[in-house]
T-cell receptor, first 114, second 114 residues
Framework: EPEVTQTPSHQVTQMGQEVILRCVPI?????FYWYRQILGQKVEFLVS????????KSEIFDDQFSVERPDGSNFTLKIRSTKLEDSAMYFC????????????FGSGTRLTVV | GQQLNQSPQSMFIQEGEDVSMNCTSS?????WLWYKQDPGEGPVLLIA?????ELTSNGRLTAQFGITRKDSFLNISASIPSDVGIYFC??????????????FGKGTLLTVNP
């Protein structure tokens, strides 16, 4: 079964450092997303990406965050200057479009900011 | 913003017992999704509901889309140890357009004692 692949599975970084979280969405999917889950809390939407541009972003997704699809397969989330409160699981998701059928999440990257 | 209220927060049951959990909202939803999350993994879609009153099964799981469109429940029959995990309800954010972004409930933590 097709999967959304995320790397690394765990990243530890110092406060103020830049991090890039990587995702390979399912190959024929058109919509891409990043979600965040702080430990013990619910999954929260960060940003959606379609047709090579951001289609929507949440209040959490401030100027410190950016997303990119640098080639035909990767989808990245960059945090420019990490803060302690950025520590969370970050999930990438993709969907073919046209509904919620096939909406698939990756296994996540656990980001720890120290 | 839209809030999904899930209950109960946690459940401790014996293997073989049936389980029921539900999700309510003050807003109408056109789609209800139920996800399961294992520790350290991303949410995995269990059941998707698209029509008010719809009752859908997936093996030992059954979910219903409430007639009012403001609630949904998930039942698990004859629970087994691998049912352990966090169960989330989710639905599309109103005004999300074609972005298919999701809002999640806070989850129900299920523990099954063998």
């Amino acid at each position: 079964e097709p999967e959304v692949t995320q790397t690394p599975s765990h990243q530890v970084t110092q406060m103020g450092q830049e991090v890039i979280l990587r995702c390979v969405p399912i190959s024929n999917h058109l919509y891409f997303y990043w979600y965040r889950q702080i430990l013990g809390q619910k999954v929260e939407f960060l940003v959606s990406f379609y047709n090579n541009e951001i289609s929507e972003k949440s209040e959490i997704f401030d100027d410190q965050f950016s997303v990119e699809r640098p080639d035909g397969s990767n989808f990245t989330l960059k945090i420019r200057s990490t803060k302690l409160e950025d520590s969370a699981m970050y999930f990438c998701a993709s969907t073919p479009g046209g509904g919620f059928y096939g909406y698939t999440f990756g296994s996540g990257t656990r980001l720890t900011v120290v | 913003g839209q809030q999904l209220n899930q209950s109960p927060q946690s459940m401790f049951i014996q293997e073989g017992e049936d389980v029921s959990m539900n999700c309510t909202s003050s807003s109408i939803f056109n789609t209800w999704l139920w996800y399961k999350q294992d520790p350290g993994e991303g949410p995995v879609l269990l059941i998707a509901l698209y029509k008010a009153g719809e009752l859908t099964s997936n093996g030992r799981l059954t979910a219903q889309f409430g007639i009012t469109r403001k609630d949904s429940f998930l039942n698990i029959s004859a629970s087994i140890p691998s049912d352990v995990g966090i169960y989330f309800c989710a639905g599309p954010v109103v005004g999300g357009g074609s972005n298919y972004k999701l809002t999640f409930g806070k989850g129900t933590l299920l523990t099954v004692n063998p």
